[in-house]
DNA sequence: GAAGTTACATACCAACCAGTCGGTATGTCG
DNA sequence: CGACATACCGACTGGTTGGTATGTAACTTC
């Protein structure tokens, strides 16, 4: 029995650390084999803790698809407002950066670049309301952040769409999401960067843009 | 071949009648619920056959799988062959009906009317390659009875485009395939219908039509 | 420094899982 | 007819599943 009180800053694992470590084990796990084929157990051992930790910080494994859903909305979204394509002057600039800096973000393996949410709610969307809630908040929310750019491009040119912001907005995430499944049906990313081009080429010719 | 005739009218249940049966019911289950979330009890139940028969025709679950992604291949490649958008005269015309007819198809429930190889390729890419194949060749099987009108719409147009026909042709299934993801997410085909709008206008200015 | 709370670990369970196996009913073919 | 194959049945198995009950060490608060 060892009794060991070192109270020393970063000694001992951290109390808080179980949770981290396994909403981290479950981004990558569920990216990988999904969620339904993801066990607690495998994420209690790719964690590295037990299932007592993971019962005590998740009441149940639907409580933690959801938390992971809010995860990686959170970090995704930190990552995205740090990203260089906001520092364009010209909206329309702004949103084609951004799209540019997703294609780019293909990079690595498939289960590193595709994305949790969409993943998951194929998955769960009759089955699990809170885990369909929560993917639909990260996907609605990441979407909403394009939103005002492309109506300010709209504005600046004094277009008259018949189309919404909020529309192609979501499109962006419709052709992303789809270019993922093209990247895992066959397994590398050249086919879902073809698609990511063919987005940028309709957002400058939706804008009168000259296509390359 | 093999000309199995029933002799008379009003018989008991054909002999190859369950592995058909059971064909159906992965098809409407693992839609709904996912491919890892489809037990094969549950399927023997939908399909009102026993485990005995399933693992006679299937040798294991994921042959299943394949099964279930060629069997949607052949079903809905005669859906589409049979489809009223191949009619037009102008091979640009084809191309804009056969979308049109992917907007049109967005009716009923969300599974009834999503992509069972997009479903399943999602979850088991990384983990079963036979599955991921199968849904591959679902997937660029369909692009490719698209590329042929794609061809013929550049070369009357004499254009000499920087994207290839079989890259437009994946695009399509993408923003299909991302449109399924919205629909998901947002319990209704709205979001979905309006991504598949900007995918119509997308190839309108492509090929130098006057956007609606 | 006792009391209470939080953050884990250990041991365990009933339900469920994919897959097996011996058997039967119903063909086909010679 | 008999020999053999195919189609299907349903009980069974061993391992896995999500989840629980209980224990305990560490931190917090007074």
Do not use: N
Request: contains cysteine; neutral net charge; glycine residues 6%.
């Amino acid at each position: 029995m060892a009794t060991r009180h070192a109270k020393e800053p970063g000694k001992q694992p951290a109390r808080q650390d179980a949770k981290a470590k396994l909403l981290e084990a479950a981004l990558a796990t569920i990216r990988t084999k999904g969620y339904a084929a993801t066990s607690v157990d495998e994420l209690c051992a790719a964690a590295g803790v037990t299932k007592g930790a993971f019962f005590h910080h998740f009441k149940s494994k639907e409580a933690l698809g959801v938390a992971a859903a809010d995860h990686w909305s959170q970090t995704t979204a930190e990552m995205f407002a740090a990203a260089p394509y906001h520092d364009h002057a010209d909206p329309l600039a702004r949103v084609l950066a951004y799209v540019a800096f997703r294609k780019a973000l293909l990079k690595g393996g498939v289960p590193e670049f595709t994305c949790l949410v969409g993943t998951m709610v194929q998955e769960v969307h009759e089955t699990s309301p809170a885990i369909r809630d929560a993917c639909d908040r990260s996907i609605s929310t990441h979407a909403k952040t394009l939103e005002a750019d492309i109506e300010a491009a709209i504005a600046a040119r004094k277009m008259k769409p018949d189309w919404s912001a909020a529309s192609l907005a979501l499109h962006t995430q419709a052709v992303l999401q789809g270019s993922f499944i093209l990247a895992k049906a066959k397994g590398g990313a050249e086919a879902a960067a073809d698609s990511i081009d063919h987005l940028i080429r309709y957002i400058e010719l939706l804008f009168g843009a000259t296509p390359r």
